[in-house]
């Protein structure tokens, strides 16, 4: 079982910056597995912002290319995600999942039964 803890969210102004982080504990044995970020603003659909693959490739929505990045520190078990050039509309509840990747989240699909999920850090940038 896996358990995810968000944390560094936060108020920013717009241009501000801010640095997600996603604590994984526990394992899926000795497979490895995607991650994501996600979001959702109140009265809009979750959305994808970034992705990680388990080899190590990186995807991002279009909305936040160039802004975010997305990455790993493997020996401390820590998605994180940089977010600059912070716009009012990434204001939302952002969230990180595990073994959910980045293709299931464009193609529209469920995470599966095996995917866990944080509990997520509220993000607000304010104009």
Same mark, same amino acid.
Request: charged fraction near 25%; hydrophobic fraction near 30%; charge should be negative.
């Given at each position: 079982q896996v358990h995810l803890? %968000? @944390? +560094?969210?936060?108020s920013v102004e717009a241009g501000g910056s801010l640095r997600l982080s996603c604590a994984v504990?526990? @394992?899926?044995?000795?497979r490895n597995y995607c991650m994501v970020w996600l979001r959702q603003a109140p009265g809009k659909? $979750? %959305?994808g912002v970034a992705g990680l693959d388990s080899d +190590?490739?990186?995807?991002y929505a279009d909305s936040v290319k160039g802004r975010f990045?997305?990455?790993?520190?493997k020996a401390k078990n820590i998605l994180y995600l %940089?977010?600059? $050039?912070?716009k009012p509309e990434d204001t939302a509840m952002y969230s990180c999942a595990a073994?959910?990747? *980045? *293709?299931?989240?464009v193609a529209g699909l469920p995470a599966g039964d095996t995917a866990s999920w944080g509990q997520g850090t509220q993000v607000t940038v304010s104009s």
């Open positions: 803890v %968000e @944390s +560094g969210g936060g504990s526990g @394992s899926y044995g000795a659909k $979750r %959305e +190590g490739t990186t995807f990045t997305i990455s790993k520190d %940089e977010m600059n $050039r912070l073994d959910f990747c *980045w *293709w299931a989240v």
